[in-house]
């Protein structure tokens, strides 16, 4: 990743464009393994089915990693002499804004999920339905991947910004 650093702008453009592609990655792949996963279970005589599409907050995930990922995808073909890209950081913050409040939610009705809230009376269901929730918490970890990787791309985009302002 060191590489990335040089100043020379070859350079500089395949390690975002590296970073971008991995920004696809981990967008699309956080919302298909959210969006497969499903696990039908009973709990006693009580049929109990746990679905992505059961949880505002999962859905919620789902949407946005679809919208960065498409970002994502939009930014690879935009052409390098496009007036656009003048609103790509604009955007990049926004989607890094849009993911991590999707990450941020869905981990907190994960967390509920796993533990459980005495107080609240609310019973942890990952015992029942441990393959939903195994796959949830990948889809997670790849959302949060996505997320760092975003950060990324944004201190990049933000330092190739300012860059010529400061010589």
């Not at 913050?93 to 609310?122: D, E, F, P, Q, R």
Request: a positive charge; one cysteine or more; hydrophobic letters at 50%.
């Amino acid at each position: 990743m060191h590489h990335c650093h040089s100043s020379m702008d070859k350079t500089t453009r395949v390690c975002f464009l590296l970073l971008r592609v991995l920004a696809l990655g981990a967008t699309i792949a956080a919302a298909i393994v959210m969006g497969t996963s499903h696990e039908k279970s009973s709990f006693f005589t009580v049929q109990f089915e746990a679905k992505f599409s059961h949880t505002s907050a999962f859905t919620y995930f789902l949407i946005v990693n679809v919208i960065g990922g498409a970002y994502s995808l939009l930014v690879l073909f935009l052409p390098t002499e496009s007036l656009l890209w003048r609103l790509v950081i604009a955007m990049d913050v926004v989607i890094t804004m849009l993911l991590t409040s999707g990450v941020s939610a869905a981990l907190a009705i994960a967390y509920v999920g796993k533990k459980g809230n005495s107080y609240a009376g609310w019973l942890p269901i990952c015992g029942q339905v441990e393959g939903y929730c195994h796959q949830v918490g990948g889809a997670l970890a790849t959302g949060f991947a996505g997320v760092i990787i975003y950060m990324l791309i944004l201190l990049y985009s933000l330092h190739s910004a300012i860059n010529p302002l400061l010589l």
